[in-house]
């Protein structure tokens, strides 16, 4: 079983987290190896004085109170300005074509899923029926139409009855949503790429 990584509150963590850098960007700024850079950051090597000195410049950047303990996380905000239309564009009609054909094939499921009732509805009373006169209908005949109601009914409460397909409708239906959703969001946003971009939607 892995180990759960703890959170280090060194200097070093806290500079490359407040500014958002990689180990490795960082060791090459300070001319040490990525290895000792996380070594400093884990707490297992001191950092020395030259080191120091040199991340000095960036941890003079850092908040007041923040030398000794990671950054709290930037709140999301949208770049300054207006979105290219191009690419929006491109991905709604991405997703208008792609939601139209999950509801196609939406459409078609249900379809079945509606004949199936239908099915179940009506053979009961089919099944129940008094069978035709000997001399009207041959009794072989009589017998085969009587299996192939009941192979009906078979199938019928089976396509009512199958979690798989149910499985598989649900996620059709969640996929068409959600490309919808998008779609929604790039209109919105193209409406108002005139403008300054609307803000992003407060994450769940």
Known sequence: ??????????????????????QQELAAYLGVSRE???????GRRSLTGPLLLRLNPLAALLPAGERARPAAPVPEQAPPGAPAPGPLEARLDYCRH????????????AAT?????RWEAVLPALLAAPAPAAGLV?????????QWLLARQQQAHATLHDADEAARYHLLRLRAEALEGE????RALLAGSAGAAPPLPEKM
């Not at 939601?99 to 939406?106: G, N």
């Not at 899923?113 to 009732?117: I, L, N, T, V």
Request: aromatic share 2%.
């Open 98 to 109: 792609q939601a139209q054909k999950l509801r196609r094939e939406l459409t078609k499921r």
């Open 138 to 146: 041959p009794p072989a005949e009589v017998a085969r139409a009587r």
């Open 183 to 186: 779609a929604a969001g790039l």
């Open 36 to 42: 000792l850079l996380a070594n400093i950051e884990a």
């Open 113 to 117: 899923q509606a004949a199936a009732r």
């Open 1 to 22: 079983m892995p180990r759960r990584s703890i959170p280090s509150n060194t200097l070093v963590a806290a500079v490359r987290k407040y500014l958002a850098l990689e």
